[in-house]
């Protein structure tokens, strides 16, 4: 009998979240529970990174209330806490580059945004930490090339020379000159390497140094918000990583799915990803926790998601994400 490799080279990793007060610890709670739902292989640590108080938040953004805190840790999960020195509420967006470093260090990591379900088994993802990488589900959302402004190349060769990165190397060949794809780019909705810290100190320096002392190229360009995406593909490119990943073919596809907003989900995800939902949001147990945030109360159990659903054609989508959000906001169905 064959033996089974993947078993034996498959490498351990941590996966960390980030979770606070609102949606997003709800949806860590999502998260957790469609990991133990669809992924019995894996193992490993859940890390839920949580933002403490701090002259950065003018509100306590620590997971509240008791009860949903109680039922991440009862599903296996641990709440790991940081400090915000940077970001904060200002940019919320930077906690996922300041959690870095309150993870395990040297322990390979996969990252992924608390709007994601766990649709299959993580476990038999075939990650090469050595070659960090992130999520290819992303549209050309920066920069915004403006008229007689700087292009793509003269954009995007600018923050790499900034860094000293060889920027010719970074590029797909096989897309047109100053077309977007050509650009090695990211959604930061998951990324992984293999050192929490490695990773994080170079995702901050990056950010910061964007963020306070950008290149001539980016003045016309904003950050806010996609200061993360515009540095995290130089921090991959830095570590050894890029776009060819096999796994792009598991996440944001059979395993995972970056739903974003759940009226979203509703609309324009598949069956299978939406009888998932369904199916991890029922036990009475979750389902208690769950109801205390009114957009997951409404959607799921009161029937506003099959609304939402019947406002679309999924084999016929809007091409525009705009189109679909500004067909449910009139129809009175958007929350978040």
């Not at 641990?78 to 260090?105: C, Q, R, T, W």
């Not at 649709?119 to 075939?126: H, I, Y």
């Amino acid at each position: 009998m064959a033996a089974d490799l993947t078993d034996q080279t498959a490498t351990p990793f941590n996966l960390a979240l980030v979770g606070q007060s609102g949606r997003l610890g709800y949806e860590a709670l999502l998260f957790v529970a469609s990991l133990r739902a669809n992924s019995p292989k894996f193992n490993g640590r859940v890390l839920i990174c949580e933002p403490q108080p701090g002259p950065l938040w003018p509100k306590d953004p620590r997971i509240e209330p008791e009860d949903l805190r109680s039922a991440l840790t009862d599903l296996g999960a641990e709440i790991i806490p940081f400090d915000s020195v940077h970001f904060g509420a200002a940019y919320p967006y930077g906690n996922k580059i300041e959690m870095l470093s309150a993870l395990p260090k040297g322990d390979p990591f996969v990252f992924f945004d608390s709007d994601t379900l766990i649709t299959g088994e993580l476990a038999d993802v075939p990650f090469d930490f050595a070659k960090p990488s992130a999520s290819m589900r992303r549209t050309g959302t920066w920069p915004e090339i403006e008229l007689y402004g700087p292009g793509y190349t003269e954009t995007w060769k600018s923050l790499y020379d900034a860094f000293g990165l060889d920027f010719e190397s970074s590029l797909d060949l096989s897309e047109p000159d100053e077309y977007w794809e050509r650009y090695l780019y990211f959604n930061a909705g998951y990324f992984f390497g293999s050192c929490p810290h490695a990773f994080g100190e170079k995702f901050l320096e990056y950010a910061l140094a964007i963020a306070n002392d950008p290149p001539e190229t980016l003045v016309c360009q904003s950050l806010d918000p996609w200061l993360d995406q515009v540095a995290l593909p130089l921090v991959i490119h830095a570590l050894g990583g890029g776009r060819d990943s096999a796994v792009h073919d598991h996440l944001d596809g059979p395993v995972s799915c970056h739903y974003r907003l759940l009226p979203l989900l509703y609309a324009r995800e598949s069956e299978a990803v939406i009888a998932a939902l369904e199916a991890i949001a029922s036990p009475n147990k979750i389902k208690k926790v769950l109801k205390g945030y009114d957009p997951i109360k409404r959607m799921i159990y009161q029937g506003r998601g099959e609304k939402v659903r019947a406002l679309f054609d999924q084999n016929d989508m809007p091409r525009r994400e705009q189109a679909i959000r500004n067909r449910i906001k009139s129809n009175g169905f958007w929350m978040r």
